[in-house]
C-alpha cells in the first residue's frame, strides 16, 4: 500500500513494510530516453526494478532534471510494483585520485546525482570507491571515507552505496576489510550500505560457487549483513581470484547457473533487489529474468 503527497520542491511515496515474496529483479536500462520510457521497459521485460547510470557513464554533465517525467514515471512505478531503484555513478568518478581538482569533481557531480534522487523513495545510489594510483589503499580509503563525510553534511536521504571490486589494478574496495575501514571512518553510516557483485567479488577470490554460506559468513563478521542493500548478478568469464572483472551471462561464465539459483534463494539474501549487468541487449535480459524467477522459491 503506497501514501503519495507532493511537496514544492519533493514528490515522495512512502512504502510500508511488508514481506517481500516475490523476487525483485531488474537490469540496467538506458535513461537516454527518461524514467517513465526506463520503467515501461522494465516490465515489457519482466522486471519489478532496474538499474541506469546518473549521466554517461564516462563522465560529462546530467541532462536537465526533468520533474514532469519522473512523476509520471513514480505514477507509473506505483501502478506496476517497482518500489526501488538503483542508480550507478559513472565509471570515470575516482573518490581517491592524486589530484584534488579531481576529487572535488567527483564530490560535486555525486551532490548533483543525490540532489536529483531526492525525488525518488527509497532511492540508492551505487559507486566504485576509486583506484588510490599507487598512493597506497590506506591513502585511498581516507579519501573516500572523507568525501562521504562531506556528502553526510548535506542530509540527502538516498541511501549511497560502495560496490565491491574485483581488484584489478589499485582498486579500493576489493576485500570487505576495505569497504569496512571506509566505513568505520564515516561518522554518520545511516544512509550508507554495500552493493556486492558477484563477478567482482568471485574476481577477488571469494568462492561463492563452492562456499556461498561462509562468504555470507565473512561478510556478516566483517560489515554487518544489514549493510548489504543490492545485488549486481553477474557471471564471470575469467576464474576465481582472477583480479580481471571480465562479465558474463547467467550461466555461460566460470560462476554458474547453480550458484546463482542458491543465491537468489538463500535466507539473506532473497529480500533484496537484483541487477543484472550481463552482456546483453534486452531480449537477452527479458530471457535471464525469467529463468531466474522460475527457479526462485517463494518462502512458505
Known amino acids: 500500500m503506497c501514501v503519495q503527497r507532493t511537496t514544492k520542491q519533493h514528490y515522495y511515496i512512502e512504502i510500508y513494510s511488508e514481506e517481500i515474496k516475490m523476487l525483485r529483479i531488474g537490469c ?8 517513465l520510457a526506463m520503467g515501461k521497459e522494465a516490465v515489457k521485460i519482466g522486471a519489478n526494478t532496474f538499474q541506469f547510470f546518473t549521466r554517461n557513464p ?4 546530467a541532462k536537465p532534471l526533468n520533474v514532469a517525467d519522473i512523476e509520471s514515471y513514480l505514477a507509473f512505478a506505483a501502478e506496476n510494483g517497482i518500489k526501488q531503484i538503483l542508480a550507478h555513478a559513472p565509471y570515470t568518478m575516482n573518490a581517491c585520485a592524486k589530484d584534488a581538482d579531481l576529487r572535488e569533481f567527483v564530490y ?5 546525482d543525490l540532489s536529483r534522487l531526492e525525488y525518488f523513495p527509497n532511492g540508492m545510489y551505487n559507486f566504485h570507491p576509486g583506484s588510490h594510483v599507487k598512493q597506497g589503499v590506506e591513502v585511498g580509503i581516507d579519501y573516500i571515507a572523507q568525501m562521504l563525510n562531506r556528502i553526510n553534511e548535506k ?10 571490486m574485483a581488484g584489478k589494478g589499485t582498486e579500493v574496495g576489493r576485500s570487505f576489510e576495505e569497504l569496512a575501514s571506509i566505513i568505520e571512518k564515516v561518522e554518520d553510516t545511516s544512509h550508507l550500505g554495500v552493493c556486492l557483485d558477484t563477478c ?6 571469494y568462492d561463492i560457487v563452492n562456499d556461498l554460506e561462509g562468504v ?18 553477474n557471471d564471470s568469464k575469467n576464474e576465481l581470484g582472477s583480479h580481471k572483472d571480465r562479465h558474463e551471462k547467467i550461466g555461460e561464465g566460470q560462476i554458474g547457473f547453480s550458484a546463482f539459483e542458491k543465491i537468489v ?36
Open 28 to 35: 540496467h536500462l538506458s535513461s537516454s530516453k527518461g524514467y
Open 58 to 61: 564516462r563522465g560529462g554533465k
Open 108 to 112: 560535486e557531480t555525486m551532490c548533483d
Open 155 to 164: 542530509q540527502y536521504k538516498t541511501t549511497v552505496l560502495l560496490e565491491t
Open 200 to 205: 567482482h567479488v568471485f574476481d577477488a577470490g
Open 216 to 233: 555470507l559468513e565473512q561478510f556478516d563478521k566483517v560489515l554487518g549483513i544489514e549493510r548489504l542493500k543490492a545485488i549486481h548478478l
Open 265 to 300: 534463494n538463500h535466507p539473506k539474501l532473497r529480500k533484496l533487489p537484483f541487477f543484472l549487468e550481463t552482456p546483453n541487449e534486452l531480449e537477452g535480459y527479458a530471457k535471464e529474468i525469467e529463468t531466474l524467477r522460475k527457479c526462485y522459491h517463494e518462502p512458505i
